[in-house]
């Protein structure tokens, strides 16, 4: 582009230029889910109880409290502050709560986002052979994938506002039963889709992924508790139900990257001054 006019018209057009020709802003999604058992998912709260200790006694203290959290990426003290800290921390070192993603993600504004961490098992489709009357493998194999999907689009409105697409999918598979029926395994699926709008730096907490899973355990004597009818009483019988959440955390923020306006501009005066003024 060249221009022809005087320094003030320049100027001008350059303040037009720089008000219109704006990169389009990156959103940085900071991402953490994790998975409490039981359904026991804990409240976000900033407040925390004050302590005795004082000085390096203190810190010591309060680091030991959330010794688990050190090792993720996700700030989760400054994000929802030391008592949602200290409890993650306890379920986490309790076996209570998982962490299924610890991640950072970087997109346009309007590009969509995924991230996806899920198991893909493979089974063999199986006939009945009618002369045997017994299952054989057909040589077709199948797959099912299962785990956890998570996609966002976000984008940037003109007052810095963040208006994000979230879909979660959490899928989890049964007992493979292939092996004697030649039926796919299980599986269950819940879907959790919404939009919302932030400023940039605020999380956003999304729940109400809940999966219930059966669990049956049988003990018995061998042999006899092979036997029809009889061989109840040589059996014990534990039948679980658990409960789990999926919560998850997001946290985008705005970044204008650099465009190298500056470059630009020496390259461009360069090209003028040797097309321009010179002839």
Do not use: C
């Not at 209570?96 to 961490?117: M, P, R, W, Y």
Request: glycine letters at 8%.
């Amino acid at each position: 582009m060249f221009f022809n006019g005087s320094e003030d018209k320049l100027r001008q057009f350059r303040r037009e230029l720089e008000a219109l020709d704006r990169p389009t802003p990156q959103i940085r999604y900071e991402l953490l889910v994790i998975e409490f058992q039981n359904g026991e998912s804990l409240t976000w709260s900033a407040s925390a109880s004050s302590s005795t200790l004082s000085g390096t006694s203190q810190t010591a203290a309060f680091l030991g409290t959330i010794g688990k959290l050190l090792q993720l990426n996700f700030n989760v003290v400054s994000t929802f502050g030391t008592l949602f800290a200290v409890n993650l921390n306890l379920d986490l070192s309790n076996n209570k709560a998982n962490v299924l993603a610890d991640t950072t993600l970087n997109g346009l504004s309007g590009q969509e986002i995924k991230f996806q961490n899920t198991l893909t098992s493979r089974y063999r489709d199986l006939e009945l052979n009618t002369s045997t009357q017994q299952l054989q493998g057909t040589g077709v194999t199948r797959e099912i994938t299962s785990g956890l999907l998570v996609s966002m689009n976000g984008w940037v409105s003109g007052d810095g506002m963040i208006t994000m697409r979230v879909a979660s999918t959490v899928s989890k598979q049964g007992a493979d039963l292939s092996g004697t029926t030649g039926n796919p395994p299980s599986t269950s699926e819940k879907i959790v889709s919404t939009n919302v709008r932030t400023v940039s730096g605020t999380p956003v907490v999304i729940g109400g992924l809940i999966q219930q899973e059966k669990t049956v355990t049988v003990e018995k004597t061998p042999v006899l508790g092979d036997i029809p009818l009889l061989g109840l009483l040589f059996q014990s019988r534990n039948d679980t139900i658990s409960n789990d959440e999926l919560v998850i955390y997001i946290v985008p923020h705005v970044e204008y990257p650099a465009h190298g306006a500056t470059d630009e501009g020496v390259r461009m005066e360069a090209l003028y001054q040797k097309f321009v003024r010179e002839h």
